[in-house]
């Protein structure tokens, strides 16, 4: 019954293996001299994740077709996949084989580094020089060993979004800077009787991004640094962050039944509880003013209640209270991609189209010059909250890479649903790491 | 079996001995007659089994291979552990859990599923009007994709969803729970899933060995007197024995395999957590999800093991006289 299926799990697992052998003995680096570009026509293919319909989707068209109509020589083909299936199966798949993606969405941090290891990626320090500086410190997080191994397009820190409507009820006078004033905010919320904050712990990690924010307050910049490149977790503060976790779900601020709720794209959704008026806060990236749209039932009426602020400060914690959690997407260019490929990463990431990106609406650009395209008021604080933190954080689960990310994520869902601890938080990272 | 081939040889070579010439004849006739039988096996068969070879012994060869290396799927695997993968699969709680739901299904499938097939089977096999449409409207959630009918479950299981308004509205408020969240509850939950879409192929297959039931048996049973509990109890039921032991095999081999129904409907923290995990989504959560591509293949061999002594028991001790010839025999 459920065997053709299983076989099809298995078979990927296994076929994507057989294709190692095929892929080891392909040829070697053929990277075209800088006065051979746009001699030959070449076909880059492109895959990203914007596959959902959408400014988003029609917006990365339409960048392609622009840089083909300037190049004529180079013509664009791309495959818009969901991310998870993108970022575990078939990019992983598509490296180990002779035929990658010449240009594909990259994340940086763990992730990264374990494919740089593996030689698949191209390295442009040398080529992306201007591009780096006009980016900032968000290229960091796309370097290895202080090397570019590709570009950023978008980057921001996650906040609190919340219903301003809402506060105003409850007699919020101001979005709360310490979890104090967070939890005298859910104790005002839950008086009128809403949800106070939404969590989709049912996918996992926006649950573990609480467990996150509390580590990044409960850490010094310098312990999550060693944590990010060492992957040793044997500081307290990481057993802290759990403890504070456990007693902020104590005073009951997310939704009933949490475990089982989406985290997005959804109307049961976190976010679709917080767009349509059922939740007040909910704790969310910069991408999340697209994702809120789509969810949506009247979007103007969404447009007038949204606001952002940056997660609470915790009095008295080694943490730097401006030190925010973050992340953006990016793209990379495999080894052996014509060089075209590194022209094509330039342009996305040049002023003019990052101008446009922000226009979608659909995130925070990075280049400088493109932030006259943020027109939503929320995406602005969000924008500058990031020039003004003095710290940010890539993902945790990003930054120490699939394996420890995954075991981190299960554990933090554990404490939630109320049968983990904040010690076996960090002895599943450790196990994890070991694997 | 053998006895009555060494019977049967001498005498084959017996009649062997007359005429000198005409045997020779005879003889290469004979050679040239198995070396066509020869050719056509070869001819017929070569394609389906370099098939076969590439795409199910290769990649399980290269599975049980990969299964014994520390390999995260990002170049080639190097470090080499040995069963390193298998002993930590069973000391994993989560893979544990994963054991026991799997054994779950394997004997809620044969305890719930078998006596309601074989009720609805034998109601169903009485002459009345629209029996028909009720044999369709039995195999019906059968036919529906195991991805569909896992969303729709998943959308009536929800929190206050269709199932929850129906409890209500017939005053059972209390029994109203988290179907597809509560960790106690949810293996149950998608049980009932898998016997509500699975129940149909059982009635099916049991309606098409009740059609082998000769009429005779059955009416020379109620001429005698017997009641129609007791035919079917003696001459029914032991008649379908062939074609209940082969639903048998089936439904514990697809229950050993589980997938899709549990993916698209239990929620990914509840799976993760063990309450919902099977081996096969176990295997697919860490060998992809956690990256874990090594880990991964070692949980896929030890789901293909466990499937295949099923399977061999199964044959062994159950099907023995069923399949007599058909598979264990030998071809005459």
Same mark, same amino acid.
């Given at each position: 019954m459920a065997t053709k299926r299983r076989a099809c799990a298995v078979l990927a697992l296994l076929m994507t293996s057989v294709l190692v052998v095929a892929g080891c003995n392909s040829g070697g680096d053929e990277a075209s001299p800088q006065s051979e570009l746009y001699k030959n026509p070449v076909t880059l293919t492109w895959w990203h994740? *914007? &596959?959902? =319909?959408g400014p988003g989707k029609t917006y990365w068209e339409k960048v392609a077709k622009d840089f083909s109509a300037l190049h004529p020589t180079v013509k664009i083909e791309i495959e818009a996949i969901e991310t998870n299936q993108l970022q575990r199966t078939r990019l992983p798949a598509a490296l180990l084989s002779n035929d990658p993606p010449d240009i594909f969405q990259a994340w940086g941090g763990g992730e990264m580094r374990e494919q740089v290891e593996a030689d698949y990626l191209k390295e442009i320090t040398g080529q992306v020089k201007t591009e780096v500086a006009n980016i900032g410190s968000a290229a960091e997080i796309w370097q290895v060993n202080g090397k570019q191994y590709g570009l950023p397009f978008r980057m921001g820190i996650e906040g609190i979004w919340y219903n301003k409507e809402m506060f105003a009820r409850a007699g919020i006078a101001a979005p709360p800077a310490t979890f104090e004033e967070l939890n005298a905010a859910v104790t005002k919320l839950k008086a009128i009787n809403v949800v106070p904050i939404a969590v989709g712990a049912g996918d996992k990690w926006p649950a573990a991004h609480w467990w996150y924010n509390l580590a990044l307050r409960a850490c010094s910049v310098d312990t999550l640094k060693k944590a990010s490149t =060492?992957?040793?977790? =044997?500081? +307290?503060c990481f057993v802290k962050a759990g403890q504070d976790l456990k007693a902020f779900i104590d005073t009951k601020p997310f939704q009933p039944n949490f475990i089982a709720t989406p985290g997005q794209n959804d109307p049961t959704s976190a976010n679709g509880m917080l767009a349509n008026g059922k939740a007040a806060m909910e704790l969310m990236g910069d991408w999340n003013r697209g994702t809120l749209d789509t969810v949506a039932t009247d979007t103007a009426k969404l447009a007038t209640f949204l606001g952002w602020f940056p997660v609470p400060a915790i009095s *008295? &914690? +080694?943490? =730097? +209270?401006k030190a925010a959690l973050g992340g953006g997407d990016g793209f990379s260019c495999s080894k052996n991609a014509p060089a075209e490929c590194v022209e094509f990463l330039k342009y996305i990431v040049s002023p003019e189209v990052q101008k446009g990106y922000a226009e979608t609406g659909t995130g925070l650009p990075v280049a400088k010059g493109a932030d006259a395209g943020v027109k939503d008021p929320a995406l602005k604080s969000i924008l500058e909250a990031t020039s003004g933190a003095s710290y940010v954080q890539l993902w945790l689960d990003t930054a120490y890479g699939s394996t420890v990310g995954n075991a981190m994520n299960d554990a933090i869902v554990a404490i939630f649903a109320g049968n983990g601890t904040p010690e076996k938080v960090v002895s599943a990272m450790k196990a994890a790491a070991s694997k | 079996m053998t006895s009555a081939n060494q019977i049967r040889m001498p005498a084959g070579g017996a009649s062997a001995s007359p005429a000198g010439s005409q045997t020779a004849e005879r003889a290469s006739a004979r050679r040239a007659e198995t070396r066509r039988k020869w050719y056509e096996i070869v001819g017929l068969t070569t394609p389906a089994v370099a098939i076969y070879v590439m795409f199910v012994l290769v990649p399980m060869g290269f599975a049980v291979y990969y299964s014994l290396f520390r390999w995260r799927g990002v170049g080639p695997p190097t470090e080499f552990v040995g069963l390193r993968n298998y002993t930590l699969a069973f000391q994993d709680p989560i893979f544990l859990d994963a054991l026991r739901n799997n054994a779950i299904i394997v004997f809620g499938s044969l305890l719930i599923q078998g006596p309601i097939a074989l009720g609805i089977a034998l109601l169903l096999n009485r002459r009345f009007r629209g029996r028909a449409v009720f044999r369709l409207l039995v195999f019906v959630p059968y036919v529906l994709a195991e991805v569909t009918v896992g969303i729709m479950w998943k959308l009536l299981l929800t929190g206050d969803g269709t199932v929850d308004a129906l409890l209500r509205s017939l005053g059972l408020g209390g029994l109203v729970q988290p179907w597809l969240a509560d960790l106690d509850v949810v293996i149950w939950t998608l049980l009932a899933v898998l016997t509500w879409k699975y129940v149909g192929f059982a009635i099916i297959l049991l309606l098409a060995g009740l059609s082998n039931v000769p009429d005779e048996l059955t009416e020379a049973a109620a001429i005698d007197g017997a009641s129609w509990w007791q035919i079917q109890r003696h001459i029914t039921i032991p008649l379908l024995g062939p074609t209940i032991r082969i639903w048998m095999f089936l439904s514990v081999i697809g229950s050993l395999q589980v997938f899709d129904m549990i993916w698209v409907t239990s929620v990914p923290a509840v799976r993760s957590l063990g309450a919902s995990a099977t081996m096969a989504t176990y295997m697919v959560d860490n060998g992809f999800f956690a990256r874990l591509w090594g880990y991964g293949n070692a949980v896929a061999v030890i789901l293909f093991v466990i499937s295949f002594v099923a399977a061999l028991l199964f044959q062994r001790f159950l099907l023995r006289r069923d399949i007599e010839g058909a598979i264990t025999g030998r071809a005459k």
């Open positions: 994740n *914007g &596959s959902q =319909d =060492d992957r040793v977790f =044997d500081d +307290p *008295g &914690s +080694p943490g =730097d +209270p | -």
